[in-house]
Protein backbone atom coordinates (compact mmCIF):
# COMPACT_ATOMS: atom_id res chain seq x y z
CA UNK A 1 0.00 0.00 0.00
CA UNK A 2 1.08 3.70 -0.47
CA UNK A 3 0.14 5.72 2.53
CA UNK A 4 -1.31 9.05 2.47
CA UNK A 5 2.48 10.51 2.96
CA UNK A 6 3.33 8.66 -0.17
CA UNK A 7 5.84 5.91 1.71
CA UNK A 8 5.08 2.36 0.20
CA UNK A 9 4.44 0.17 3.21
CA UNK A 10 4.97 -3.89 2.65
CA UNK A 11 2.46 -6.00 4.24
CA UNK A 12 1.04 -9.53 4.56
CA UNK A 13 -2.42 -9.88 5.69
CA UNK A 14 -5.25 -12.85 5.66
CA UNK A 15 -9.04 -12.54 6.65
CA UNK A 16 -10.24 -14.63 9.10
CA UNK A 17 -12.06 -18.21 7.99
CA UNK A 18 -13.54 -21.02 10.04
CA UNK A 19 -16.78 -21.09 12.34
CA UNK A 20 -18.18 -17.48 11.23
CA UNK A 21 -17.39 -16.36 15.29
CA UNK A 22 -16.49 -12.58 15.57
CA UNK A 23 -13.00 -12.79 16.71
CA UNK A 24 -10.29 -9.67 16.35
CA UNK A 25 -8.18 -9.32 14.04
CA UNK A 26 -4.08 -9.47 14.91
CA UNK A 27 -1.72 -6.94 14.35
CA UNK A 28 1.86 -8.01 14.84
CA UNK A 29 4.11 -4.81 15.09
CA UNK A 30 7.84 -5.09 14.86
CA UNK A 31 11.16 -3.48 16.56
CA UNK A 32 13.48 -1.50 15.70
CA UNK A 33 15.32 -1.91 12.63
CA UNK A 34 13.78 -5.41 12.47
CA UNK A 35 10.80 -6.53 9.48
CA UNK A 36 8.07 -8.54 9.27
CA UNK A 37 9.98 -11.37 7.97
CA UNK A 38 11.73 -12.22 11.32
CA UNK A 39 11.01 -15.16 13.34
CA UNK A 40 8.06 -13.72 15.64
CA UNK A 41 6.35 -12.40 12.74
CA UNK A 42 6.29 -15.56 10.76
CA UNK A 43 5.17 -17.89 14.09
CA UNK A 44 2.31 -15.60 14.69
CA UNK A 45 0.98 -15.25 10.64
CA UNK A 46 1.54 -19.34 10.52
CA UNK A 47 0.00 -19.39 13.70
CA UNK A 48 -3.31 -17.38 12.66
CA UNK A 49 -3.30 -18.45 9.38
CA UNK A 50 -4.17 -22.51 11.28
CA UNK A 51 -6.80 -20.99 13.28
CA UNK A 52 -8.54 -19.14 10.77
CA UNK A 53 -8.00 -15.23 12.47
CA UNK A 54 -7.04 -12.22 10.43
CA UNK A 55 -3.83 -11.31 10.34
CA UNK A 56 -1.55 -8.29 9.22
CA UNK A 57 2.28 -7.51 9.50
CA UNK A 58 3.90 -4.93 7.77
CA UNK A 59 7.07 -3.03 7.86
CA UNK A 60 7.66 0.29 8.69
CA UNK A 61 9.08 2.95 6.07
CA UNK A 62 13.04 2.41 6.15
CA UNK A 63 12.44 -1.72 7.27
CA UNK A 64 12.29 -4.52 5.08
CA UNK A 65 10.85 -3.75 2.08
CA UNK A 66 9.10 -0.55 2.35
CA UNK A 67 10.15 2.46 1.10
CA UNK A 68 12.77 4.82 2.18
CA UNK A 69 15.68 4.92 4.48
CA UNK A 70 15.78 3.72 8.06
CA UNK A 71 18.17 7.20 8.93
CA UNK A 72 15.48 9.34 8.04
CA UNK A 73 12.64 7.50 9.80
CA UNK A 74 11.26 8.52 13.66
CA UNK A 75 8.69 7.25 15.73
CA UNK A 76 6.20 9.80 15.31
CA UNK A 77 6.59 8.35 11.31
CA UNK A 78 6.61 4.31 11.92
CA UNK A 79 3.36 5.10 14.36
CA UNK A 80 1.71 6.60 11.33
CA UNK A 81 2.29 3.86 8.64
CA UNK A 82 0.74 1.36 11.59
CA UNK A 83 -1.61 3.72 12.44
CA UNK A 84 -2.78 3.90 8.64
CA UNK A 85 -2.38 0.58 7.83
CA UNK A 86 -4.40 -0.49 10.50
CA UNK A 87 -7.14 1.71 9.15
CA UNK A 88 -6.77 0.61 5.67
CA UNK A 89 -5.94 -2.98 6.14
CA UNK A 90 -7.95 -4.26 8.75
CA UNK A 91 -11.66 -4.40 9.76
CA UNK A 92 -13.08 -4.05 13.42
CA UNK A 93 -11.22 -4.58 16.71
CA UNK A 94 -7.57 -5.93 16.82
CA UNK A 95 -5.20 -7.49 19.35
CA UNK A 96 -2.10 -5.43 18.95
CA UNK A 97 0.86 -7.21 19.56
CA UNK A 98 4.03 -4.89 19.90
CA UNK A 99 7.43 -6.14 19.93
CA UNK A 100 10.26 -4.44 21.68
CA UNK A 101 9.76 -0.67 19.56
CA UNK A 102 6.00 -2.26 18.63
CA UNK A 103 5.00 -2.07 22.41
CA UNK A 104 5.56 1.56 22.30
CA UNK A 105 4.37 1.85 18.69
CA UNK A 106 1.26 0.16 20.08
CA UNK A 107 0.93 2.18 23.12
CA UNK A 108 0.43 5.12 20.54
CA UNK A 109 -1.93 3.33 18.41
CA UNK A 110 -3.98 3.15 21.74
CA UNK A 111 -4.04 6.83 22.23
CA UNK A 112 -4.79 6.96 18.31
CA UNK A 113 -7.70 5.20 17.93
CA UNK A 114 -8.65 3.71 21.28
CA UNK A 115 -11.92 1.80 19.46
CA UNK A 116 -9.84 -0.52 17.37
CA UNK A 117 -7.84 -1.73 19.81
CA UNK A 118 -9.55 -4.72 21.59
CA UNK A 119 -6.16 -5.61 24.01
CA UNK A 120 -2.68 -5.36 23.55
CA UNK A 121 0.57 -7.79 24.29
CA UNK A 122 3.98 -6.07 24.85
CA UNK A 123 6.44 -8.90 23.64
CA UNK A 124 9.86 -7.18 25.81
CA UNK A 125 7.96 -3.81 25.06
CA UNK A 126 10.33 -1.40 25.19
CA UNK A 127 8.47 2.38 25.29
CA UNK A 128 10.41 5.47 25.39
CA UNK A 129 13.51 3.74 24.90
CA UNK A 130 15.52 7.18 22.42
CA UNK A 131 14.94 9.41 25.89
CA UNK A 132 15.52 6.81 29.06
CA UNK A 133 17.99 4.12 27.84
CA UNK A 134 19.61 5.78 24.50
CA UNK A 135 19.67 10.00 25.34
CA UNK A 136 20.02 9.57 29.07
CA UNK A 137 22.63 7.20 29.28
CA UNK A 138 24.66 9.33 26.12
CA UNK A 139 28.02 11.17 27.62
CA UNK A 140 28.35 14.93 27.00
CA UNK A 141 30.60 14.11 24.03
CA UNK A 142 27.85 11.72 22.47
CA UNK A 143 25.14 14.15 23.17
CA UNK A 144 27.27 16.92 21.56
CA UNK A 145 27.95 14.71 18.77
CA UNK A 146 23.87 13.73 17.62
CA UNK A 147 23.53 17.78 17.81
CA UNK A 148 26.44 18.78 15.68
CA UNK A 149 26.46 16.32 13.64
CA UNK A 150 22.96 15.18 13.40
CA UNK A 151 23.31 11.38 13.82
CA UNK A 152 25.96 9.03 15.53
CA UNK A 153 26.83 5.42 14.99
CA UNK A 154 26.89 3.34 18.23
CA UNK A 155 28.06 -0.31 17.90
CA UNK A 156 25.29 -3.52 17.70
CA UNK A 157 25.12 -7.22 18.57
CA UNK A 158 22.47 -7.37 15.60
CA UNK A 159 25.14 -6.53 12.69
CA UNK A 160 25.95 -2.88 11.20
CA UNK A 161 26.20 -0.10 13.53
CA UNK A 162 23.02 1.38 14.60
CA UNK A 163 22.63 5.18 13.51
CA UNK A 164 21.26 7.27 16.00
CA UNK A 165 19.85 10.72 14.72
CA UNK A 166 18.94 13.93 16.18
CA UNK A 167 15.76 13.70 14.25
CA UNK A 168 15.04 10.20 15.74
CA UNK A 169 15.59 11.76 19.61
CA UNK A 170 13.72 15.02 19.05
CA UNK A 171 10.97 13.74 17.51
CA UNK A 172 10.29 10.65 19.87
CA UNK A 173 10.09 13.79 22.38
CA UNK A 174 6.59 14.39 21.09
CA UNK A 175 5.37 10.46 21.10
CA UNK A 176 6.30 9.75 24.66
CA UNK A 177 4.18 7.61 26.78
CA UNK A 178 5.45 6.63 29.56
CA UNK A 179 4.95 10.21 31.31
CA UNK A 180 1.31 9.80 32.06
CA UNK A 181 -1.45 6.90 31.65
CA UNK A 182 -2.26 4.85 28.49
CA UNK A 183 -5.45 4.06 28.66
CA UNK A 184 -6.60 0.58 27.10
CA UNK A 185 -10.36 -0.24 27.30
CA UNK A 186 -9.36 -4.09 26.95
CA UNK A 187 -6.80 -6.63 28.70
CA UNK A 188 -3.26 -5.64 28.69
CA UNK A 189 -0.30 -8.34 28.87
CA UNK A 190 3.28 -7.75 28.81
CA UNK A 191 5.46 -10.43 28.57
CA UNK A 192 9.60 -9.79 29.25
CA UNK A 193 12.45 -12.44 29.68
CA UNK A 194 14.77 -12.08 32.79
CA UNK A 195 17.65 -12.46 30.61
CA UNK A 196 16.92 -9.29 28.33
CA UNK A 197 19.94 -7.28 27.96
CA UNK A 198 18.54 -4.72 25.55
CA UNK A 199 15.35 -3.55 27.45
CA UNK A 200 15.34 -3.87 30.98
CA UNK A 201 12.84 -5.62 32.73
CA UNK A 202 11.90 -1.98 34.88
CA UNK A 203 10.75 -1.17 31.82
CA UNK A 204 8.18 -3.79 31.68
CA UNK A 205 7.71 -2.91 35.07
CA UNK A 206 7.09 0.91 34.37
CA UNK A 207 4.56 0.76 31.43
CA UNK A 208 2.26 -1.56 33.97
CA UNK A 209 2.37 1.14 35.97
CA UNK A 210 1.62 3.31 33.03
CA UNK A 211 -1.16 1.52 32.08
CA UNK A 212 -4.80 2.24 33.08
CA UNK A 213 -6.77 -0.57 31.85
CA UNK A 214 -9.07 -2.96 33.70
CA UNK A 215 -7.13 -5.86 33.01
CA UNK A 216 -3.25 -5.36 33.34
CA UNK A 217 -0.64 -8.04 33.53
CA UNK A 218 2.82 -8.35 33.58
CA UNK A 219 4.76 -11.88 33.11
CA UNK A 220 8.50 -12.43 33.35
CA UNK A 221 9.69 -15.71 31.55
CA UNK A 222 13.13 -16.81 33.63
CA UNK A 223 16.09 -17.09 30.88
CA UNK A 224 14.18 -15.25 27.85
CA UNK A 225 16.45 -12.80 26.25
CA UNK A 226 15.34 -9.81 24.19
CA UNK A 227 14.14 -11.64 21.00
CA UNK A 228 11.73 -13.69 22.94
CA UNK A 229 11.51 -16.29 20.09
CA UNK A 230 12.27 -19.63 21.61
CA UNK A 231 9.81 -22.43 20.92
CA UNK A 232 8.89 -21.96 24.45
CA UNK A 233 8.03 -17.99 24.18
CA UNK A 234 6.63 -18.53 20.93
CA UNK A 235 4.18 -20.63 22.51
CA UNK A 236 3.31 -18.58 25.02
CA UNK A 237 2.94 -15.72 23.07
CA UNK A 238 0.27 -17.47 21.19
CA UNK A 239 -1.49 -18.80 24.57
CA UNK A 240 -1.30 -14.82 25.45
CA UNK A 241 -3.35 -14.29 22.22
CA UNK A 242 -6.15 -17.15 22.96
CA UNK A 243 -6.30 -15.66 26.01
CA UNK A 244 -7.07 -12.27 25.52
CA UNK A 245 -9.29 -13.42 22.59
CA UNK A 246 -11.71 -14.89 25.08
CA UNK A 247 -11.88 -12.24 27.66
CA UNK A 248 -12.64 -9.78 24.59
CA UNK A 249 -15.61 -12.87 23.43
CA UNK A 250 -16.99 -13.42 26.70
Known sequence: MTNSLGRRIAYHRHEAKGDGKPRPGIVFLGGFRSDM??????????????????????????????????????????????AEAIATLTEGPQIIVGSSMGGWIACLIARRMPARVAGMIGIAAAPDFTEDTMWAVFDDAQRAQVMRDGQIALPSDYGEPLIVTRRLIEDARQHLVLREPVAVDGPVRLLHGTADADVPIDRGLKLLAHIDSPDARLTLVKGADHRFSGPQELALIWRTIEEVTHLVAA
Do not use: C, P
Open 37 to 82: TGTKAMDLDARARAGGRAFLRLDYSGHGASSGRFEDGAIGDWAADA
